[in-house]
């Protein structure tokens, strides 16, 4: 069953914030007294209803609205842009605008708001009740029209409760503009109220300005043409949605974190009823841009936000989609906000895309990487930099590790069943290991961290009987995540050899960062168990590092 019936008429208690619950918190944001008023084309009049609002514009600046969308059958977005080409001319001196449509609705540049919570592009469903013709519906100027034939009656109508929609969506992002604006404001005063005591740095400011970062770093194009380029995470949602088109024909899904919208538009062309596309960064303008580009306007509607905190236009979603892995997987926390999403829209029975995910670790043995990154400082054009090689073994790295410097298989350190997994499940508290050797190597230098992602058709498929829909295994192709690299810090313990048939045995551990929920901390504790019959073992060796 669809829960396309839930999508929001564009009624405020539809649009009501999930942090607001009653009437009277909605007072604290929005006192009584500002109560909305039209303001005139010129700006200079404010008027208490549509109605009149509308004669003034007839009456001194020759602009009909009603007229205009008659004649041009416009829809939401020709109207907003109809009443900001308008505000735009008329503070420019020119009192009355050529409204032939030729000359607003080309492009994208109407669409911004001219006036700040501009109380007309919030009542566009109320110019278009005027636009049915119904006889007991009263004209601005004290006429009323003959009706119109039953079947142009009908007609227009089912335009206008589709345009309803539209104008739902527009309210919707205009609100979550809004509240950005509000919290933005508290934070600021929060801010300059906090003081720092004996030299500690507040945390809750540091996490608001750690978070903020993460979400700027998306606004860039870089990033997502990254994304977009690599076919093998691209392709694997693609086929997957394509494959599979009778489990989002006729649904509502959600896509969390939507960037430029790819996921929606896979989605809307598998025939999923309705889309909603949430992110908090600016590139949901582009996706914007993006669907109606692709004429996926009456389908996918995108709105900005943090998902915990923008406003849906429906109560439950039979899907959720999202990209949502960072690097070594939990990198960037944002599993924590799908799950959040998951928990609060996700109909029973609804489906998780992708559905699993594991950790998975391996050995790691190259001395030609070893030899490039570190001795190198050992002679930078003859000179010694031997202090640029302090704490380079705390850091996780990204690359990219080829095949032969790995000599063992990989094992699953963690699993995560998206349908069923809980925030506090992604913190891993000393997962055993045991990984053998399945070649000799000089040196021991590190671990290899990689994920695996798998969907599922059905929410009870366990991950036994998932498809994989991508690896980023260094066995795999190349994926724009590479892997994580936990190196071995040789300045406290010579890394040992390997012999065919040698294990490691140790724990791993998992956490978010102690400064940054974003960060990772990883803690591995490990010894070597010769082949030999003896049997005999290392010490146990322990190291600690940060993925920043």
Not at 161 to 182: F, G, I
Not at 279 to 284: A, F
Not at 323 to 351: F, H, K, N, Q, T
Request: with cysteine.
């Amino acid at each position: 069953m669809s829960h396309l019936d839930d999508i929001s008429d564009g009624s405020d208690d539809a649009l009501e914030p999930n942090t607001l619950d009653d009437e009277d918190e909605w007072k604290d944001v929005e006192p009584d007294d500002l109560a909305p008023s039209f303001v005139s084309f010129g700006g200079s009049t404010r008027f208490p209803t549509i109605e009149r609002f509308l004669e003034d514009g007839k009456k001194n600046y020759g602009v009909d609205l009603i007229e205009i969308q008659r004649q041009n059958n416009l829809d939401t977005f020709g109207m907003i842009k109809l009443i900001n080409f308008v505000r735009v001319h008329v503070s420019q001196g020119l009192f009355r605008p050529d409204t032939s449509p030729e000359k607003f609705l080309e492009g994208n540049d109407y669409l911004k708001p001219v006036l700040d919570d501009d109380a007309l592009l919030y009542s566009i469903d109320d110019i278009f009740d005027l636009c049915k013709g119904n006889p007991n519906v009263h004209r601005p100027d004290g006429l009323n029209e003959t009706p119109l034939a039953e079947e142009d009656f009908e007609d227009l109508k089912q335009k206008c409760d589709q345009l309803r929609e539209q104008v739902a969506y527009y309210r919707s992002a205009l609100q979550t503009t809004y509240l950005e604006k509000m919290d933005l404001q508290e934070q600021n005063i929060v801010e300059k109220s906090e003081t720092q005591s004996d030299g500690e740095t507040n945390s809750r400011s540091t996490k608001e300005k750690d978070d903020s970062h993460y979400f700027t770093s998306y606004a860039y194009n870089e990033i997502h043409e990254i994304m977009l380029q690599d076919k093998v995470r691209t392709d694997a949602y693609r086929d997957f949605i394509y494959d599979n088109k009778n489990l989002f024909a006729g649904k509502v899904v959600l896509d969390v974190g939507c960037g430029t919208g790819i996921l929606s538009l896979f989605c809307a062309k598998a025939g999923a009823a309705k889309v909603i596309a949430v992110d908090n960064s600016s590139i949901i303008d582009k996706a914007r841009e993006i669907v109606f580009e692709n004429g996926f306007g009456d389908t996918i509607q995108c709105l900005r936000g943090k998902i915990e905190e923008v406003a849906l236009p429906v109560k439950k979603v039979d899907v959720i989609v999202s990209e949502w892995m960072g690097y070594c997987l939990l990198y960037e926390a944002m599993l924590d906000s799908v799950i959040w999403a998951r928990d609060r829209y996700l109909a029973p029975g609804g489906l998780m895309v992708p559905s699993h995910a594991t950790l998975r670790l391996s050995l790691f043995a190259d001395d030609d990487y070893i030899t490039d990154k570190f001795a190198f400082w050992n002679s930078v054009y003859g000179f010694k930099m031997s202090c640029m090689q302090e704490k380079a073994y705390d850091d996780i790295i990204i690359r990219t590790v080829r095949p032969n410097a790995v000599p063992s298989r990989s094992e699953t350190f963690l699993e995560l069943p998206l349908h069923t997994v809980k925030q506090d499940d992604l913190t891993v508290r000393g997962a055993c290991f045991g990984l053998t050797a399945e070649r000799e190597t000089d040196d021991l230098h590190g671990f290899v961290i990689h994920f695996d992602i798998f969907f599922t058709r059905d929410h009870t498929e366990t991950l036994s009987a998932a498809k994989v829909g991508f690896t980023t295994s260094p066995l795999a192709a190349e994926t724009h995540w590479q892997q994580a690299l936990a190196l071995i810090d040789s300045s406290k313990s010579r890394a040992p050899s390997l012999k065919t048939g040698d294990q490691v045995h140790g724990q791993i551990a998992l956490r978010k960062g102690s400064t940054n929920f974003r960060e990772l901390e990883i803690d591995i504790e490990w010894k070597l168990i010769s082949a030999d019959e003896d049997g005999s073992s290392s010490k146990i060796m322990q190291q600690t590092w940060q993925m920043r």
